[in-house]
């Protein structure tokens, strides 16, 4: 029976990601001709962007087969501000190969998605690519992948010829004796032959408990090899075949192990991308876990909540996408005929083990695009909406009031990107404001308030009393009943809830409030009335609109009784840099508030480590190269948020219709309403 491995391959910028994947697919004879980063003729970077820029910008996917095994291969982005679509691929994979640059070596990005990948229990090989390169290194980079990655490593060989064209790759075989030890660890059989006479223990075994141990992600197996040069690929393929665990389609048994999918059960799939095709329809790339999706099948996803016809199927095989009529269990496809499709849906049934949690931390950085030509507003709001379709984690922001939307990022080369889409695919062009940092408020304490119904200037029929009060971080907004369910038609506490949630989008400063309680204490309202041989008159009976209307202006009344502090982004940094540069770092760092919570004298280099705010990240990055005569190593990621210290509380503008000020709050409602 045919298995399926979805294969992702992640790395840190320019670590040779995509020039493995060229390399693979020669290897396995998808391809003739090895492309070229450079030269922008690869596969997988297929943007007009990808080409220019030498870089891997969104996720691609391609398929060849090893022996019995499809491997369904996803090229992902390196560089940090494309962390999104590293992000979404994560929920679909089998198995990962995690590149390392043997002259480079561990990097910042490196060691978040090493971390990720071991928290989600992702199997992994690492491969050590660039061995050809000038200054590549094999034992001393395999002790800093122990230390600084994990040390639950296992080298499958010895790179010789280093820094040379010559460089080469030569597998243990058999597997050495010490690697014995290494594996009995986990296992206890293994534990007692080991005890008894590690000679009795066939090779045979201990490649076998290798790959187990490999699908449990208790071990990952270290590959070596050149991506240009083809060295060590051989072996590398052969380790993708051997070590990690491929899919196998099959019918439901109680026998059925974790990494088997069954075909013939109910519909359940991840959707991890979403494209346009030339007419603008949407194509949803799924990976589907269970059961069959057959043309013409209609879907429900989104928690039942949306449904959609299939109206074409693509799979991939031999290194492109080829039209089919039904795809199952353990594959990925493209579906077209799902209008309403988004990132992160569930097609079918949820699965158990499905990730609903962001891996990796939200953007903190924002900026406002506007057209260059004011006759594109329009048309720009429209294309905005539709690369935030594609990129769940970069949200959109419209001011009606101002005309303007701003968008979210992960960093500066992001807005390089968002320029250029808009203007090669929408023929848009567009200019930004300065980016500025997303902050989020937090309460300080509990706070009241309440409004009655044709009291004290209430020009809404309707009541409504809440109190708010902190939350743990991260717990997110919890709405909760101190009143009876039964006490007023259940619309209008749908409506007061989800006022709630929409309002504490934009706190007191403008800012999100991400985490809090919010109890509603007091509600009632004006049943229906009407006068005699009349129907029904608004103007005497409550409607959802007077607790939509209400509810902002007493949220943020019990906000500020509460009180609110605005907290910014923290980034843990780590710096690396001869020890000589010291004095010339620690004051730049002071000044961009910078605070090294630990330094590190290693010979004739030191390690700084500690915490800088996100605002100032980018403009360290900038100095430090010539602090540090090039020879400085940057590393940082978000942290936490941190209480903004000074007299000076960062303001975001307002979208809304400002409920802070009440009478202009009425104003602008009434002017929309009367709109």
């Known amino acids: 029976m045919s298995r399926t491995l979805n294969l992702g391959i992640l790395a840190h910028v320019d670590a040779g990601k995509t020039s493995l994947t060229e390399r693979l697919l020669h290897t396995v004879g998808v391809i003739d001709e090895i492309g070229s980063v450079d030269d922008g003729s690869t596969r997988t970077d297929s943007l ?18 090893i022996d019995d095994i499809t491997v369904n291969l996803i090229d992902t982005p390196g560089h940090p501000d494309f962390i999104a679509e590293v992000e979404r691929v994560l929920n679909v994979l089998d198995g990962a190969v995690l590149v390392i640059s043997a002259v480079e070596g561990v990097q910042a990005q490196t060691r978040v998605l090493m971390r990720t990948l071991r928290r989600l229990r992702i199997p992994t090989l690492i491969f050590v690519n660039k061995i050809d390169r000038r200054g590549a290194r094999h034992g001393e980079l395999l002790e800093t992948i122990a230390t600084r990655l994990t040390p639950a490593i296992v080298p499958m060989g010895e790179a010789r010829e280093l820094g040379t064209p010559a460089a080469h ?37 201990l490649r076998t408990e290798l790959a187990a141990q490999t699908a449990e992600t208790l071990l990952h197996p270290v590959f070596h090899g050149s991506a240009i040069t083809g060295a060590g690929i051989d072996e590398l393929v052969a380790g993708i ?23 013939e059960g109910p519909v359940s799939g991840t959707v991890f991308k979403v494209e346009r095709g030339p007419a603008g329809e949407k194509i949803a790339y799924v990976r589907m876990f269970d059961g069959t999706v057959r043309t013409r099948d209609r879907l429900t996803f989104r928690d039942g909540e949306q449904e959609g016809k299939v109206t074409a199927i693509s799979v991939f095989e031999h290194g ?3 039209r089919d009529t039904a795809v199952s269990a353990g594959r990925i496809a493209q579906l077209w005929g799902l209008a309403d499709i988004r990132i992160g849906d569930t097609i079918g049934v949820p699965r158990k083990r499905a990730a609903a949690e962001h891996h990796f931390a939200p953007p903190t950085l924002e900026t406002i695009v506007l057209p260059v030509h004011a006759e594109d507003r329009g048309a720009l709001h429209l294309a905005l909406t539709q690369l935030a379709e594609q990129d769940p984690l970069i949200a959109l922001r419209h001011d009606d009031l101002r005309q303007e939307t701003s968008v979210s990022l992960y960093g500066e080369v992001q807005k390089e990107v968002v320029q250029a889409t808009l203007a090669d695919e929408y023929g848009i062009d567009v200019i930004f404001r300065e980016t500025t940092t997303i902050c989020v408020e937090r309460l300080v304490g509990s706070g009241s308030a309440v409004e009655f119904d044709k009291k004290d200037g209430n020009p809404f029929l309707a009541t409504v009393g809440l109190r708010v009060e902190p939350a743990p971080v991260g717990s997110g907004v919890e709405f909760r009943l101190e009143v009876e369910l039964g006490s007023m038609p259940y619309a209008f506490f749908k409506a ?60 943020m009344d019990a906000l500020r009784r509460a009180g609110i502090r605005v907290h910014e982004p923290m980034h843990r940094f780590r710096i690396g840099a001869p020890a000589d540069t010291l004095s010339a770092v620690l004051p730049v760092l002071a000044a ?60 975001r503008p307002r979208t809304d219709l400002n409920p802070l000020e009440r009478k202009e709050y009425l104003l602008n409602l009434t002017r929309r309403v009367g709109a």
Request: net charge negative; proline share 7%.
């Open 48 to 65: 007009a962007l990808e080409r220019r820029r030498g870089i891997t910008i969104k996720s691609a996917v391609v398929s060849f087969e």
């Open 169 to 205: 790759f030569t597998p243990y075989d058999p597997l050495p004796p010490r690697l014995l030890e290494l594996l009995a660890e986990q296992d206890d059989g293994l534990l007692a032959a080991y005890l008894d006479d590690e000679t009795t223990v066939p090779d045979t075994r």
């Open 241 to 263: 075949r051997e070590l990690l665990p491929a899919t196998e389609a099959t019918e439901a048994t109680e026998a059925t192990e974790a990494t088997e999918g069954d075909a």
């Open 320 to 322: 492109t996408a080829v």
């Open 496 to 555: 007061v809830e989800d006022t709630v949630r929409e309002v504490l989008e934009q706190g007191v400063h403008g800012w999100r409030v991400p985490d809090c309680t919010v109890t509603m204490t007091h509600c009632g309202y004006s049943p229906r009335q009407s006068h005699a041989h009349q129907g029904f008159d608004k103007s005497m009976s409550s409607t959802g609109a007077d607790f939509r209307g209400l509810t902002p202006l007493v949220l």
């Open 592 to 651: 961009h508030r910078a605070v090294p919570q630990h330094t590190e004298t290693i010979g004739t280099a030191v390690r700084l480590e500690g915490l800088v705010p996100a605002a100032r990240v980018h403009g360290l990055e900038q100095r430090l190269p010539g602090l540090t005569s090039g020879e400085g190593e940057w590393e940082t990621a978000f942290d936490h948020y941190a209480p903004v210290s000074g007299t000076t509380v960062p303001e």
